[in-house]
């Protein structure tokens, strides 16, 4: 796991250059024309954690034992951060080999980029909403130091999605109808992860499930940061470590391993 860890940062540390400018391309790109440009990067995170406050703070008047009203609406804006960034990602790197057939064989822009590149693009927005969820710690609590490490747990995320990206790139290629599914995950992703509600409120059958979610070790990480101003529990953090390095090593070798066969179907 080492060695191919090792041969991917290379490779990325190599063309740091060319994926950067071209990253920043993209983001540019994808809001040209639009009347409010690089602003829409906040607008999706905004509107969502506005929702999620209004429906379960407001509405349904969610609260979780041990929790004051602002705590919860914190809970729920630092849960949203890891979904959003898992979301659009895995959808983006799922589509951007077939959206890119142009640059599998170039060695100039080397394919296993693609869909790192298209991860980078969509952690913009939790990038910006992790100053959003500064701002309400703010307002609503008191922030402490420990909002510093979120970022740590956003990088472990962006290499958990960026191996599932590599291998769902790859099969998406053979069976299309992979990308027809993602609304779907992300629907099933969105509930299963314990953003507007915790573990503790869940049946027990219901709350070891939700572990079953790989996105949860990132969200409990994430609220433990921000809402408790505490490092996570050990079985969480050591969670974080362990599927981001895992899966961004799977996701490498498999794709160096299978990518000529599979290229044969763009």
């Known amino acids: 796991m080492i060695r191919g860890l090792a041969d991917c940062v290379r490779l990325v540390a190599s063309r740091r250059r060319v994926l950067l400018r071209t990253t920043a391309t993209e983001i540019k790109r994808r809001y040209a024309g639009s009347a409010l440009g690089l602003v829409w990067i906040g607008v999706g995170p905004v509107l969502l954690m506005l929702l999620h406050a209004t429906v379960y703070g407001a509405v349904l008047r969610v609260s979780p034992p041990g929790m004051t009203r602002e705590e919860y609406v914190l809970h729920m804006l630092a849960g949203l951060l890891p979904f959003l960034g898992c979301s659009e ?43 959003l969820v500064a701002v309400a710690d703010a307002v609503l609590a008191r922030p402490s130091a420990w909002l510093l490490c979120v970022p740590i747990v956003l990088l472990l995320l962006a290499m958990f999605v960026s191996g599932v990206a590599w291998l769902m790139s790859l099969a998406n290629l053979v069976a299309p109808d992979i990308q027809l599914l993602l609304p779907y995950v992300s629907i099933v992703l969105l509930i299963a992860s314990p953003i507007a509600y915790t573990p503790d409120m869940l049946p027990d059958g219901l709350a070891r499930a939700v572990w079953l979610n790989p996105i949860s070790v990132f969200v409990v990480a994430t609220q433990s940061l921000v809402v408790h101003d505490a490092f996570p529990p050990w079985p969480v953090a050591l969670g974080c470590v362990a599927l981001g390095l895992a899966s961004f090593t799977l996701g490498w070798r498999t794709f160096q391993r299978a990518k000529r066969a599979m290229f044969d179907h763009a």
């Open 89 to 131: 990602a895995l959808s983006a790197g799922t589509l951007s080999l077939k959206a890119q057939r142009d640059v599998l064989l170039s060695t100039v822009f080397p394919a296993e980029l693609v869909p790192l590149r298209a991860v980078l693009v969509a952690m913009a927005a939790p990038a910006v909403g992790l100053v």
